[in-house]
C-alpha cells in the first residue's frame, strides 16, 4: 500500500501520453463484472488490452493500476467536445458494480466515499474542467450505459466534482443544439438517453421534453 492509502495493482495495459496532450478529461465507469476480483484479474490481464488508472471497490479500497501521467485503454471510441483520443487526454476510475448485465445496484457509501477523494485529489493535481467530468456513456453513447442512472452526479457535483445544473425554464427549443454545444456527440443514435442517464435519471425513454431542455439551459448558462 502507498502513502496516500492506495492498493498498487500494476497492470501492464498502458503507453505514453502524447506529450502535448493535457490530462482535461476525469471518466467514470462501472466495471460490468461479477466481482471485484474477476475485473482486476481483467484490467491487468496483457491479451485483454484494457485497463484503468484506478479501481475502487464496493468497500471503499482504492487499487491504482496506471499511473496518470501514462495512457490507460478505458474509453475506447468515443468523442467528448469533438475530440476523439480520448485515452490521451484523461484519468478513467472503474467502480466495481456488475452493471447492468448482472445485477446493476447502488454504489455502496464506502466506495462513494474514497470515490469522492479520489476525484478531489485528481482535480487538484490536473487542469480538468468542471464539464469534462463524465461517465463513459456520455463519451460513447451507443456502447455504453455506465455509470448508469444509479450513480449520484449530483452528489459529486455537491463536492466539485462535475457540475449538477440548476434548471433554465427560458431555455430554447433546440436541445440537440444545445447537446452539441455542452459537449455530446450529437451524430450518435442514444445520445438523449446517454444525457438522461446523467442528468434526468428517472426518464431514460430518449424523447425530449421540457425538463431536458430546461437541464440543458442550466448546464450551458454554468459553463458560460
Known amino acids: 500500500m502507498t502513502a ?3 492498493l498498487a495493482t500494476p497492470s501492464p495495459n498502458f503507453n505514453a501520453r502524447d506529450n502535448n496532450a493535457a490530462i482535461d478529461m476525469l471518466i467514470l465507469h462501472y466495471t460490468g463484472m461479477r466481482s471485484a476480483e474477476a475485473a482486476l484479474e481483467r484490467l491487468c490481464d496483457p491479451e485483454a488490452q484494457v485497463s484503468a488508472h484506478y479501481l475502487i471497490d464496493e468497500g471503499g479500497t482504492v487499487h491504482r493500476l496506471v ?3 501514462t495512457r490507460a485503454w478505458h474509453a475506447g471510441v468515443g468523442s467528448w467536445r469533438n475530440n476523439t483520443d480520448i485515452n490521451g487526454r484523461s484519468i478513467g476510475i472503474e467502480l466495481v458494480n456488475p452493471g447492468h448485465e448482472f445485477g ?7 466506495q ?3 470515490l469522492i477523494g479520489l476525484a478531489k485529489g485528481i482535480l487538484g493535481r490536473h487542469p480538468i474542467p468542471a464539464r469534462n467530468v463524465v461517465g463513459h456513456s456520455d463519451i ?4 455504453k450505459q455506465d ?3 444509479l450513480f449520484d452526479w449530483a452528489r459529486m457535483a455537491g463536492h466539485g466534482i462535475g457540475i449538477w445544473p440548476d434548471p433554465d425554464p427560458a431555455a430554447g427549443e433546440d436541445a440537440m443544439g444545445m447537446l452539441a454545444a455542452y459537449g ?3 451524430s450518435a443514435d442514444h445520445v438523449v438517453t446517454a444525457f438522461q442517464r446523467h442528468f434526468q435519471p428517472h426518464k431514460l425513454d430518449g424523447v425530449i421534453d421540457d425538463e431536458t431542455r430546461a437541464l440543458l439551459g ?3 448558462r454554468a459553463i458560460a
Do not use: K
Open 218 to 220: 442550466g448546464l450551458l
Open 67 to 69: 499511473a496518470e501521467a
Open 140 to 143: 460513447a453513447p451507443d456502447r
Open 112 to 114: 462513494m466515499q474514497a
Open 184 to 186: 455530446y456527440d450529437i
Open 147 to 149: 455509470p448508469g442512472e
Open 104 to 110: 446493476y445496484r447502488d454504489f455502496p457509501e464506502p
Open 4 to 6: 496516500d492509502g492506495i
